[in-house]
């Protein structure tokens, strides 16, 4: 819907906007079903956002999008930064729905190693978009869209299925204790078949259940951890390994974490990083590895660059590490020549 206000300020669009989203957003009975709005509405201010109908009502559009983004049911004014995301959001989120059929999509592999004797125990799978004008676009960006579309069910299987088959393959090579971690996106974790896919995928590529790893963000599972302690639990009853990603970043209930069926605890990078310099870094880092030790998990380290996070990390005892220092993700020819060597 569009509505023109003639006369008013920011203030008196501001006013009407949030009496709109007051009413609107009232529920309403549909059968015994009750339903609930949640409008975004965005603003533009003739002539500093449009001289024109159509530039207002571009620049409107633009500024409803990010009130969507950030949450809905509000309002928000047209800035000019909006512009060239709102454009480069709506490309992205047309053009990704034809990225799978297109071959778009790449899995890149990082190296996990054991502390212990070097070795590489297994891989992250990364996803990558080559976009044909718009080059390579990082998952932090396209994966928020893709779940806001439901394309990353598609997708997320996709991934599951390509990391799995790519792990078999080098399992077959004579490669033992190879564990393949691939990320897991909230809207996955939730969906009611996550367990018959994972199944289904394994059986299909003939990987071994114990060789597959799901990492889940620690705050997708503290978001609902009653839920997460569920489905944890029927993974783990089938074999299947969780980890919990970017541990330390997400707020994490102690007396949930201790019902976790989780593995391993990915230490987030932004406290690997000054590890070396800041003293709180260095306590939250040997604090983690001490508590994931005593509820009978590993620790992982994520974004390792140099040799002194690396001696800090063992020196503490953490069991492996992951990062730059190592490795950068490799495509899946380069991993196996990294392998090899
Ligand atoms: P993540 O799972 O925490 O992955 C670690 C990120 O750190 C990766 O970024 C990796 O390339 C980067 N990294 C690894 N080592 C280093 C290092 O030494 N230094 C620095 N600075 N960075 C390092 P990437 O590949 O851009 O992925 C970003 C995030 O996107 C991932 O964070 C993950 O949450 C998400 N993601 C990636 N692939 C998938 C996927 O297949 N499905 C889902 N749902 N999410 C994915
Ligand atoms: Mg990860
Ligand atoms: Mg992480």
Redesign the pocket.
Known sequence: FILLLPGVDANGAAKVARELIEAVALPCQYEVHELIATPSTGIALYPEGGEDMETLSTHADAAMYQAKQAGRNDFRFFTPAMQHDSVRHLRLATDLRHALGRNELI??Y?PQIAMQNGRVIGA?????WQHPELGLI???EF?PI??NSGL?IA??EW?LRT?AAQAKAWLDTGQTEFVMA?????V?FRHAELLQRISAILKETGLPAQALEL?L?EAVAMDDPQAAVAVMDRLHEHGIRMSI??FGTGYSSLSYLKRFKVYKL?I??SF??DIGSDPEDKAIVTAIINMASSLGMHTIA????TAEQLAFLRLHGCDEV????FS??LPAEAFGEFLKN
């Open positions: 899995l890149n990082q992250e799978a990364l996803l990558r990082s998952p932090a994966i893709a779940e990353i997708i997320g991934v990391a691939v990320n897991l996106s909230a996955q990492e963000t990603d970017d990915k987030d990078q690997v990083r994520e974004g390792v660059e992951q990062g730059y220092y950068k993700p």
